[in-house]
DNA sequence: CCCGCTTTGAAATTTTTGGTACAGCTTTAT
DNA sequence: ATAAAGCTGTACCAAAAATTTCAAAGCGGG
């Protein structure tokens, strides 16, 4: 991955890298602009000065001074270059796809993306279609109350699937792992409940009690977990493991984000009906909350 | 965000494919216009009217009448319309470029993993390697007490931040976004603190309420959104957009959770002199509670 | 805490651009 | 051959865009 690429381009450093390698000099509007053409670069800059400070939230004058800043005659000039860099890169088909752009980015965030991108890669190589769509069809069924723990990282994904499920559906709640604060609600959980666990390695014994007592009650064990497996899949009736492996002193969670969120995709497609109303329920709600 | 069908539209026809089809109907300048057009498809386009009309050796009138034929407003109408076909086109191929692997995975986990491969990409590819680092810096500042804070999705990600930062070094916390909670703790805050707020589109009002009153504290604030970038911005010091694009009704935090990864993992590569003792006595504290 | 320097945006100004009216030319039908 | 219909371009106008000016606000250094 770190590469001395034998080929190294001999292209004239684009535009936006040179924004990305100034941007420390800029001043505090010239960086807004900076961050939203790069954002949506190049395209950001196609429309009129106007149209991008608005964007930007700045005023017009300071884009022009942005783009004078970096070498250019004036608007119309840096459109210009804009237009023909794009060009250039749409004609070549070399400059787009593959692994992410030469250069770009800071050297730990770029290794840690391809890290991320590969777990996410094997991670959907290696899900039994059969089991997610079961598990969808689970977490679709509304008769049955669906209930979120996971550990002390996890947790935080937990929370992140329960704060969408709740919006497409009802009977949905949010158990935190410590016993103290599930015993005395496990009295509730029966054949009917769907308990959707995350845990990964160094698995976490009271997220382990919890699912195992929910399993010992009849309920239904969703396991999301790494691919060494949380002891959890002995009482879980589904399992999808997502790879967890990064450059770093700790696992990387991007998987389970990867499987939560189209879960939620998922699920959210198939209750369109009925989820549709609710959440526009909840929308209003929230509008009128505001005021 | 709530459309009315849970799946993508349908393309229209290009105006490419159009021009094409009725190219037999115009007139001699018409098709002069629309030959120039087509074979520098969109380019020709995005110039102006005189420029076009140069291009095609026919007067600006001509062009202009072309492009009303085309059914659109007049030319600034016509240019947005090339923009956003070529925005369009630009942005999804990078889906398909290196595709996983035909038939593996559920179709639906599928396509949300190369649309999430794809928001990683175009994330890395936008953050600027020294704001990033400054980022890393001041995280890695033991002086400064940090907070995370986040709405009600992104809520999540600030958890899953103040999990791990928690163990890397002291003087971490995790602000809930609600007013109510955060008030009083306000008079804590002042020139030496970090704020690190997530705060994607739909910009919730109480965590916008919390980075202002931070920042007129004195506090720095650092800002992690999407490419619209949250009204934040305006107060913070350091922002690092992410692509949360997905072929949902919500948007995909997994580039806000790859930043918060990376960002975990280079402060505590910074920190690890400091770091690494800290996290083993929070490991012994760990296993000693377990009996 | 205050002063000087830098940065920023509102408003005025200039330039460019898109749009329109109209007259001449070409073509076609009778 | 001629009149009618339809294109096309020149010249002009209006609108919008870019740019400059200037005063206020913010920031950092002493």
Redesign the interface.
């Known amino acids: 991955m770190l590469d001395s690429s034998p080929t190294a381009a001999p292209e004239p450093p684009s535009l ?1 890298e040179r ?3 100034e ?2 000099h800029f001043t505090l509007s010239e ?2 602009a ?3 053409l ?4 190049p ?1 950001a800059g ?2 009129t000065v106007a149209e991008f400070a608005a ?3 700045i005023s017009a004058p300071s884009v022009l001074r942005f783009v004078t800043r970096m070498g250019f005659a004036g608007f119309p000039d840096f459109q210009k270059h804009l ?1 023909e860099e ?2 250039a890169q ?1 004609l070549s088909p070399l400059a ?6 030469r250069g ?7 290794s ?2 391809e890290a ?2 590969a777990n ?2 094997a ?3 290696n ?1 039994a ?1 059969a089991e ?2 079961a598990v ?1 069809a689970l977490l679709s069924d509304l008769r049955r109350p669906v209930h979120f723990t996971g550990g ?2 996890t ?3 937990a ?2 699937a329960e ?2 499920f709740r919006i497409v559906r009802g009977g949905v709640s949010l158990m935190e792992s410590q016993p103290a604060l599930w015993r005395d609600r496990m009295i509730e959980i029966g054949r009917r409940d769907v308990v959707v666990a995350f845990d990964i390695r160094r698995y976490q ?1 009271d997220v382990i009690a919890l699912s195992e007592t929910a399993a010992a009650q009849g309920a239904t064990v969703v396991l999301l977990t790494d691919p060494w497996l949380s002891p959890i899949a002995r009482v879980a009736k589904h399992v999808l493991p997502a790879h967890v492996a ?5 696992d ?3 998987g389970l ?3 939560t ?2 879960l ?3 699920t ?2 198939r209750l ?1 009906e009925t989820a ?1 109303p609710r ?2 329920a909840v ?1 209003r709600l929230r509008d009128s909350e ?1 005021n």
Do not use: C
């Open positions: 936006a924004i990305r390698h941007m420390a960086k807004r900076a961050h939203v790069l954002s949506h670069y395209f196609l429309d964007r930007a939230g237009r794009l060009e749409l787009k796809s593959d692994p992410i752009e770009s980015g800071a050297p730990a965030l770029r840690f993306a991320v991108i996410i890669q991670t959907v190589e899900i279609p997610f769509e969808v002390r990282f947790g935080a994904v929370r992140y704060s969408h014994e990064a450059p770093s002193n700790w990387s969670s991007a984000l990867l499987l969120e189209a939620v995709a998922a959210t497609k369109w549709r959440m526009e929308e505001r």
